[in-house]
């Protein structure tokens, strides 16, 4: 399977904490994603990086991409109750592919 | 609201029956996807067409049939389905040319589908 994996599966915090997800995947890539799924819904991009970046930032979100160690996290600073969803991970390859992680189920508790 | 419209919203049917799932976009993006996910799980890629012509098939079984009658337009034809399959089918699109290989995925709110 070319799926990543994340952990936490589940991870909850207070509004205002910092969350942090992380996400491992298997092959080279071209570039890598974060979306956001609230329930039922579809996913919303939040955040490109590629393979030869090393940091990315966009507002409260930070991303970071370790090609050697084929893993990238995502921090979510300041939480709201508003960014309760999960959030995925996804690998782009080549021939626009793309290979969601397992996901991370977030809750910001008010 | 989101700038790929999937229809329907909600989907009940028999495993006899034969249906069909639709999806539009237009934001002239040239590659257009369908994902199946099933609840608490990721999205797992089915189908991907690029300029209208089918490039990706995940090994999905044939009671699935796709199809892409224009750039803006993408099917999803359904046929002698298991409860099994019962699912949130997504439908996503993203720019495609030679230059933004893996451009962002836009997705419709999805079809939640129920065989019986």
């Known amino acids: 399977s070319q799926q990543g994996e994340e952990d936490p599966q589940a991870l909850s915090i207070q509004e205002g904490e910092n969350a942090t997800m992380n996400c491992s995947y298997k092959t080279s890539i071209n570039n890598l994603q974060w979306y956001r799924q609230n329930s039922g819904r579809g996913l919303v991009h939040l955040i490109l990086?590629?393979?030869?970046?090393r940091e990315k930032h966009s507002g409260r979100l930070r991303v970071t991409l370790d090609t050697s160690k084929k893993s990238s996290s995502l921090l979510i600073t300041a939480s709201r109750a508003a960014d309760t969803a999960s959030y995925f991970c996804a690998t782009v390859s080549t021939g626009n592919q793309f290979y969601f992680g397992t996901g991370t189920s977030l809750t910001v508790i008010p | 609201d989101t700038e790929v419209t999937q229809t329907p919203k909600h989907l009940v049917m028999g495993m006899t029956n034969k249906k069909s799932l639709k999806c539009e976009q237009h934001?002239?993006?040239?590659?257009m996807y369908w994902y199946k996910q099933k609840a608490k799980k990721p999205p797992e890629l089915m189908f991907v067409?690029?300029?209208?012509?089918?490039?990706i098939n995940e090994s999905v079984p044939s009671r699935f049939s796709p199809e892409c009658p224009n750039s803006s337009l993408l099917n999803l034809h359904l046929h002698a389905l298991q409860p099994e399959d019962s699912a949130l089918y997504l439908c996503?699109?993203?720019?495609?040319?030679?230059?933004?290989?893996?451009?962002?995925?836009?997705f419709g709110n999805g079809t939640r589908l129920t065989v019986t």
């Open positions: 990086i590629r393979s030869n970046e």
């Open positions: 934001m002239g993006h040239r590659a």
């Open positions: 996503a699109s993203s720019q495609r040319d030679g230059s933004r290989v893996g451009s962002p995925l836009h």
């Open positions: 067409y690029s300029y209208e012509k089918l490039s």
